[in-house]
């Protein structure tokens, strides 16, 4: 993340930290409060499925971080936010990641279809497979649209939390999924927007160096406005309560003046990497706060 990082990586890093940095466990702590939140909006699941659905969730969405690392170690490479990472910097072979990526996934797909329900291994096993192949594999290296179309796998983390407890998928669940979706251009255009020179260097094609700068910012605008429509959607069928509503308006307002922030700067020509910064980070914290406000909407009015 930091442009700046140091070259060296250093040599004596123990393997249980490098094995924990395959998982990138800063991204799937989001991605756990947004299979855990549903679960309480879903029902009134019992800590132990909870817990279960954490360990299962985290070895699969760190399995596919590793397998990630495995395909993009070449690209990784050579961009200052990846290159301290294990395959880069020597401390670990490709095979061995791979392998544990792989390990990792399997384990998973084990314990959730054992101890909770085939449906929950199913649906984290397609976002395995979505973000693995579907966007690391393919859609990465060929097209801006890599993460509209990509991003659905981290949308998938909602679907697994609602069929655990659940046992199957309904219309409030694909909401969230859709949720997700959306969110994702802004959170991540945003990083790509002060990032192009890593990608420029990689020969990823991200949005801002295919699409330009402005249009980028045009469409995560377009992108926010439709979340906002979402983020209000269960209510209006009664799925979710005032608590909520209240949070998705003023979370929501804050991440659209964020993002228009950052179009009206760059429109006159204003310096705009500092709304930009603002609106990666706060993507992180709407998307916490607006998970977190529909479990605890639904368990309080149960
Ligand atoms: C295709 C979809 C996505 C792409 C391409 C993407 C990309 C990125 C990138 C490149 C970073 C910087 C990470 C770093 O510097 O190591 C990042 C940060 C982050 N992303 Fe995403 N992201 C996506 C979806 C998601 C989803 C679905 C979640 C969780 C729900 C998420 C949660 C996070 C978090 C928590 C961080 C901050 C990590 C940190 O502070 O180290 N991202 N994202
Ligand atoms: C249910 C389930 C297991 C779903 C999988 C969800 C999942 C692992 C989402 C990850 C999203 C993400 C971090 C994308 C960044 O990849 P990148 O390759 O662009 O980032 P990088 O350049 O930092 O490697």
């Known amino acids: 993340m930091n442009g700046d990082a140091p070259l ?3 040599a004596d890093t123990p393997l249980s930290r490098d094995l924990v940095a395959l998982t990138k466990p800063r991204i799937i702590s989001l991605l756990l409060v947004t299979t855990a939140a549903p679960m309480y909006a879903a029902g009134s699941p019992s800590l132990w499925t909870v817990l279960l659905v954490m360990v299962g969730g985290y070895l699969m ?18 961009m200052a936010r990846t290159r301290l990472r294990p395959i880069p910097s020597g401390r670990m072979s490709p095979t061995q990641v791979l392998a544990f990526g792989v390990f990792c996934a399997t384990l998973a797909t084990w314990m959730l279809a054992h101890f909770v329900n085939v449906l929950t291994a199913g649906l984290a096993l397609a976002g395995f497979y979505f973000y693995v192949f579907i966007y690391t594999r393919i859609l990465k290296r060929t097209s801006p649209q890599n993460i509209v179309i990509g991003g659905a796998a981290g949308a998938f983390p909602p679907l697994v939390g609602w069929a655990a407890v659940t046992g199957t ?11 997700v979706f959306y969110w994702t251009p802004p959170h991540f255009w945003a990083l790509a927007l002060l990032k192009q020179v890593d990608y420029g260097r990689a020969k990823v094609p991200m949005a801002p160096l295919v699409w330009g700068e402005r249009e980028t910012m045009n469409q995560m605008v377009w992108y926010t406005v439709i979340l906002l429509v979402l983020t209000l959607l269960p209510v209006l069928y009664g799925a979710f309560g005032v608590l909520y509503l209240v949070s998705a308006v003023v979370l929501g307002g804050l991440l659209m003046w964020g993002v228009l922030k950052v179009l009206w700067a760059a429109k006159r020509n204003a310096p705009w990497t500092a709304p930009a910064w603002w609106v990666y980070k706060y993507s992180l914290l709407y998307l916490a706060l607006l998970f977190v406000a529909m479990g605890v909407d639904r368990a309080i009015t149960r």
């Open 8 to 10: 060296k990586a250093p």
């Open 169 to 179: 998928l309904d219309v409030t669940a694909l909401c969230l999924f859709l949720i």
């Open 61 to 78: 969405a760190g399995g596919a971080n590793a397998v990630n690392m495995y395909i993009d170690r070449d690209i990784d490479d050579v």
